[in-house]
């Protein structure tokens, strides 16, 4: 449509190149700040991660600010915003403020400073779970997208991974998930590579399907004919033009690790216990769940609220990543 | 179609076979074994634990475990080593159990969220398609368990109704109607709870496919001389947007198997879930292996049907 306003006017010249006149990102940006709940979703992603980066900041040390690990079994149980009994604790027991923000749990630790500990466990997990995944999904993919007519032996390179990624998907996931973790040691580098492991499939397709349409394309094939090598064509051309898919399967990818890993914790094989993370801090408080519901209920709004929000921001990218979407405003 | 059928039963063959490799490999090579879960136990003298590796062949190297395995599988034999009783007993027993969960969800799954997502995508837009979207995301996003205890609470505490395990302990004989009434109770959360996730997502691709049919020409067409929008809606639009959930029919068998490890364990639910996580627990590889298995060659059997029904349904697919 540019094209057409230009020309249509006489005193236009071909001597400067038409850039479009707004740029990727601004179009981007249009469509994006139109959705409303996602950018109530990147809000929050970006509350939470800064609240993360603080959290990792505040409680550890060897004098933490706020102290998840500080156990006073004389205040066990106490509700939110209770203020701290400062007659029978000692001074260096004493929380931040005299006052636990969101109560205790069942051993007297704040849930406070375990909620911002949490907080990070939680993000790593899924940050780290989901960049293996799109590690192996990316290379998988662009093997497969790329290479793919050449053969080794008998079947193309491209059969022979999407057959893996085929027998991958006949796994029920979270019961492999589950049983990979139960054998192995608990431990919480175990829990983020299984869960990376079995969750590139889907990163994998996206990034095949979209290298077998862009290898055909024109500037594709001029870097080729410019004797461009491979790996640069890959990374350099092809990569930036198939990467807004993973990136929006990569934002849901971690809110569904971090649900996962809610889900192992909830069935004790969680990350285990000097951590503390959002999914392990509300099956610790089910037991309590009639005595002490804010230990069930600020995780579980808390994992809502998060999971929420990278939800509507995935769905959000990939509705102005969608150049179908962009050209009809 | 036929040659289609044939080469596509051979591939899905060929994967079933890997698949059962693979999850043999994991289980196998994974760090501890089978005979050292109770290391403690008095009576799990070296004798005992040396007899109990002859007796399941652990003693044998892996490709030739591998090949009894499959072999005891296939022939019906495979045994439990926790109480040494047949693995697919135990599976079909579970299985029943399981069996109406699985049922009431899928029914509640696919009666709630055609008209939900239809009702939306015509809508689309207005206040009902906007909090239809926002309590789909929130379905998905909130945690199983938690979702689940907040419903108990509410069940419990507004209805005084026991809802965990299958069946009140000891109602002995008590009227048909409360007996029934009883089971009815017991079965609606866990099911509810089953298909919320299912009804999120499935309605959202119901929406999202109307309003693909919706944009289409013909629909254009038939509004533009004069039919009512109830019947451009739900006849010229809805027919052709059912095309791709027909073939979804295939891809909800795996959940036969799949049954909720989380929901199961939270009400006490003897069924597939909860079995599986048990045998994880006592680390009673034939269980894991075979429901694995199973679930594999549901998972396999339901793309195939899948893949067929695209065949019958669409007119403009052939091979």
């Known amino acids: 449509m540019n094209l057409e306003k230009k020309t249509s006017q006489p005193d236009f010249q071909l001597e400067r190149p038409m850039a479009p006149k707004s740029s990727q990102i601004k179009e981007f940006w249009l469509v994006f700040s139109n959705n409303r709940l996602a950018i109530g979703g990147m809000i929050i992603f970006i509350l939470f991660f800064c609240s993360a980066l603080l959290g990792l900041f505040l409680t550890s040390g060897p004098d933490p600010i706020f102290d998840p690990a500080q156990i006073r079994l004389q205040e066990k149980l106490r509700p939110p915003l209770a203020k701290a009994n400062l007659d029978t604790l000692r001074p260096e027991e004493v929380p931040r403020m005299g006052i636990y923000f969101f109560g205790t749990d069942d051993l007297g630790r704040d849930v406070f400073a375990r909620m911002l500990q949490g907080a990070w466990v939680s993000l790593t997990v899924g940050f780290v779970a989901v960049g293996i995944a799109i590690l192996i999904g990316i290379f998988m993919g662009g093997i497969a997208g790329y290479f793919g007519q050449h053969y080794l032996g008998a079947v193309s390179i491209d059969t022979l991974i999407m057959r893996i990624v085929d027998i991958m998907l006949c796994f029920p996931s979270f019961f492999l998930i589950l049983t990979v973790v139960a054998l192995l040691p608990a431990s919480i580098y175990n829990i983020m590579i299984v869960i990376g492991l079995t969750s590139w499939m889907g990163t994998t397709r996206f990034v095949r399907a979209e290298f077998l349409s862009l290898r055909e394309q024109d500037f594709v094939v001029a870097a080729r004919a410019l004797g461009v090598n491979n790996f640069r064509i890959i990374f350099r051309h092809m990569m930036p033009n198939a990467i807004a898919p993973v990136l929006v399967s990569a934002t849901i990818g971690i809110a569904t690790a971090i649900l996962t890993e809610a889900g192992l914790s909830f069935l004790g094989f969680g990350v285990p216990p000097p951590h503390a993370t959002w999914g392990n801090i509300l099956s610790d408080g089910k037991r309590f769940i009639f005595d002490a519901p804010w230990l069930t209920f600020i995780p579980g709004i808390a994992i809502l609220i998060v999971v929420l929000s990278f939800n509507l921001f995935g769905e959000g990218l990939r509705d102005s990543l969608n150049p179908k979407l962009r050209q009809r405003r | ?319």
């Open chain 2, 1 to 319: 179609m036929l040659a289609f059928i044939s080469r596509s039963i051979i591939q899905k063959i060929i994967t079933l076979f890997f698949v059962s490799v693979v999850s043999f490999l994991i289980i196998h090579l994974a760090p501890g074994k089978p005979s050292q879960v109770d290391p403690l136990n008095p009576k799990f003298t070296p004798e005992v634990v040396e007899r109990f590796r002859k007796e399941f062949h652990l003693d044998k190297p892996l490709h030739v475990q591998y090949l009894y395995f499959y072999r005891d599988l296939f022939t019906g034999q495979t045994v439990s080593w926790k109480d040494n009783q047949s693995v697919l007993n135990k599976i079909w027993e579970r299985f029943l159990n399981s069996l109406p969960l699985f049922i009431v969800g899928t029914i509640l799954t696919w009666t709630l969220s055609f008209p939900i997502g239809i009702r939306s995508a015509i809508f689309r837009g207005h206040i009902y398609d906007r909090s239809t979207t926002f309590f789909s995301y929130l379905m998905i996003s909130i945690p199983g368990f938690f979702f689940a205890y907040i419903l108990i609470i509410f069940v419990v505490t507004r209805f005084h109704v026991p809802v965990i395990g299958m069946e009140t302990f000891g109602l002995g004989d008590a009227p048909i109607p409360h007996v029934l009434m009883d089971r009815i109770w017991h079965l609606l959360l866990p099911s509810i709870l089953g298909a919320t996730g299912g009804i999120a997502v499935l309605s959202r691709y119901v929406r999202s496919q109307m309003l693909e049919v919706e944009g289409q020409e013909y629909i254009r067409t038939a509004k533009a001389k004069g039919l009512p929008p109830e019947l451009v809606h739900y006849k010229h639009a809805l027919r052709n947007a059912l095309l791709p959930f027909v073939t979804m029919f295939g891809l909800i068998l795996p959940g036969l198997i799949g049954g909720s490890v989380i929901i199961e364990s939270i009400f006490s639910w003897p069924g597939m879930g909860r079995m599986a996580y048990e045998a994880i627990l006592a680390r009673d590889y034939p269980v894991i292996l075979t429901v694995n298995f199973v679930s594999a060659v549901l998972v396999l059997v339901g793309t195939f049907i899948s893949d067929i029904l695209y065949l019958v349904v669409d007119p403009r697919i052939r091979l």
